[in-house]
């Protein structure tokens, strides 16, 4: 039988109160050691929803420190070439809350800022954020309402970070993957072609 959860004192009375120290970590602006963590980090999740509660999560990746650090309480992502669905984009346009978890891999533990979006076509640091001769079309800017650092739980648990435990074979590769799911009718040669070893080469085209 489905028991559902209704009420936020159910769910309190479920999970227990959290700790001072877990409540009381939350911040409002950039600690130096931050600043480190976002200089070092090359990837992260980018969390939004529409007017309408749709969400979407955006993963976004470059070599560490594309996440440019403007000022103690705001940092701006860069955008890439990407499948323009620009549904994350979307969302910020219709609500600027958004949600952003910052890895390291190798590190359990991670980043997480909550704030306020908006998107930019251009500014003078665009210039700081070009890799391999591009340069940004746009860029979050997001104001920093809440940053704290997230415990190591997670990345125990499914022991992410243990190549002994990397199983990629278990599913078709993104060219059978894309035949399959998404085009049926496209050839798989062509596919296999162009997620090849050459793809990488297109990343920043």
């Not at 994350?88 to 809350?97: F, S, T």
């Not at 993957?177 to 798989?188: F, G, H, I, Q, R």
Request: with cysteine; charged share 30%.
């Amino acid at each position: 039988m489905l028991v559902e959860i209704t009420s936020a004192e159910e769910l309190r009375e479920l999970l227990g109160t959290p700790t001072a120290r877990a409540e009381g970590k939350e911040r409002t602006s950039l600690h130096e050691r931050d600043r480190q963590w976002l200089a070092a980090a090359p990837f992260c999740l980018v969390a939004t929803a529409g007017a309408d509660g749709s969400c979407d999560v955006s993963p976004k990746g470059d070599p560490p420190g594309f996440a440019l650090v403007l000022d103690d309480r705001t940092i701006a992502i860069p955008e890439r070439p990407g499948n323009r669905r620009a549904d994350g984009y979307r969302n910020i346009l219709a609500n600027p809350h958004v949600g952003l978890i910052f890895l390291i891999p190798g590190r359990t533990d991670t980043l997480r800022i909550n704030g306020r979006a908006r998107l930019v076509r251009d500014a003078p640091w665009f210039d700081d954020m070009v890799v391999k001769g591009h340069r940004p079309v746009l860029a979050v800017v997001v104001e920093i309402e809440q940053i704290f650092y997230h415990c190591a739980k997670a990345f125990l648990r499914s022991e992410l970070w243990r190549p002994e435990t990397w199983q990629p074979e278990a599913l078709p590769s993104r060219a059978r993957l894309v035949k399959e799911v998404e085009y049926p009718a496209a050839d798989l040669a062509d596919l296999e072609r162009h997620y090849g070893p050459d793809y990488v080469k297109t990343i920043y085209a």
